[in-house]
């Protein structure tokens, strides 16, 4: 499921304690990319009811993907949210609407007229995980919509409403592959001086139906990327909402890929 | 819970386009093990009843082992074995015996005339993998027998019946701490030209009450040590059955491990 690694060309190196790009290094890399690919399918299981507390929690375990089909086929907000019921209904409402040139998308989350029509919480995952969600949010797009490929610290079930939408997942042990470089970070924001690390490969050509596109956006489905990276593009007028339970940060997973993506940026970085 | 990364004297670099021993990967291993230190405690977790299906997977998702107080002791292995008991039943049947230097033990599999009074699985790890075990062992020893620190594919259940072990669990990214060095391979015996990895560094310091110590063998208590490092010391006469339940190779956590695994031995070798 992930992406080949990118053959970026060898930077020079300088002198001093910092080696910079190491071929054995990447080679490293190389093979953990080739062992998850070989010990992995690129296929995400789609199940047409949803999965108990514990067939969730092998999911979670495996940190891998799913797709439920008409899961949301009894909620209220399928049956009466489209564009002219979010007008009546927010009217008079303050929402925060993000303007960005390339459509790139915020999630809306003062959708308190719109919560009677949502259950509060995914009962699977509540047990599962032993927690509320800690975020309940609204995604309104078109087809200029896309959200950059990220990666978020949640579990995160996110259940299509109206339209289709397409969904890049890599997992979180792709970083290798994902070219991270450093943009500048606006003045004034953040104390990390060094930038922030932005994902630079474009999952573009294989968002749709090839080995790295899952189809899971379409009406009264979910999918769950658990702190994996995700991308996603909008197919015509589109509603949909995400409940994000935040990840377990104990165990081995996330210093694993933390590993992983310091590694990575590493590569990046001239000697 | 990863002892602290040993400070071995950088070897002298050679030519050629191996750079061996890195200094911005030795820093990248100290860090995933200072993350993992930061973000997971040194206690193991004691139940007093058995885990539920979906508890005992949330144990499996963290890679994170766990003690039962008394589950096993509706046991008929519990009541009826000792000594004697052992000496009877097997009166005539040829079993394996591990004779090694230092006491170092292998497990015994032709129990079949014992089997009547062990639990052919454990229900709640049978229902939260989905799946038989793949071995059951009888593990005799004396205050002489010590397992050498190594690494199983499995989900272990290891259920103490008469005496007391003390387990030395180390988590499975854990590697950079332990200086695998290779073995040389017996004559004849496997393809790999370079040797057997081979855990040189002794938990044995810290084995019994400190940090690594997991006191959980004394009589009916089981421990599970999921893909981990173990090393035990047995006191007294020592009986004990362990269940091996097949680990879950797809997922994210074989290829991270063994990357860390991969970085580590690579640390050990001069350029």
Not at 206 to 232: F, K
Request: neutral net charge; aromatic residues 8%.
């Amino acid at each position: 499921m992930c992406p080949p690694h990118p053959a970026d060309p060898e930077p020079a190196r300088g002198p001093g304690p910092d080696p910079g790009p190491d071929p054995n290094q990447r080679q490293l890399l190389r093979e953990l990319l080739t062992t998850y690919a070989d010990l992995n399918g690129s296929v995400v299981d789609e199940l047409d009811e949803e999965p108990s507390p514990l067939e969730f929690m092998r999911y979670v375990a495996r940190n891998t993907p799913f797709v439920v089909r008409g899961c949301a086929s009894g909620w209220e907000a399928l049956r009466r949210w489209d564009r002219r019921f979010l007008v009546e209904a927010m009217r008079g409402k303050k929402v925060n609407v993000a303007v960005t040139p390339r459509g790139k998308q915020q999630p809306t989350r003062r959708i308190r007229p719109l919560l009677p029509h949502l259950p509060t919480t995914v009962p699977f995952a509540r047990i599962a995980l032993d927690r509320a969600p800690d975020a309940l949010n609204l995604w309104i797009g078109n087809s200029r919509s896309v959200t950059a490929t990220h990666r978020d610290g949640y579990e995160n079930l996110y259940v299509q409403v109206r339209g289709r939408k397409h969904f890049a997942l890599l997992p979180a042990l792709c970083a290798p592959a994902l070219a991270e470089v450093a943009l500048p970070r606006p003045p004034g924001e953040g104390p990390e001086p060094a930038g922030v690390p932005f994902p630079t490969w474009d999952p573009d050509g294989v968002a749709v139906g090839g080995q790295e596109g899952v189809r899971g956006g379409e009406p009264s489905r979910a999918t769950s990327s658990p702190s994996s990276w995700s991308r996603t593009d909008d197919e015509g007028f589109v509603l949909a909402v995400n409940y994000w339970y935040d990840m377990d940060y104990s165990g081995s997973l996330y210093p694993l890929t933390n590993l992983v993506r310091n590694m990575s940026f590493a590569q990046r970085r001239p000697g």
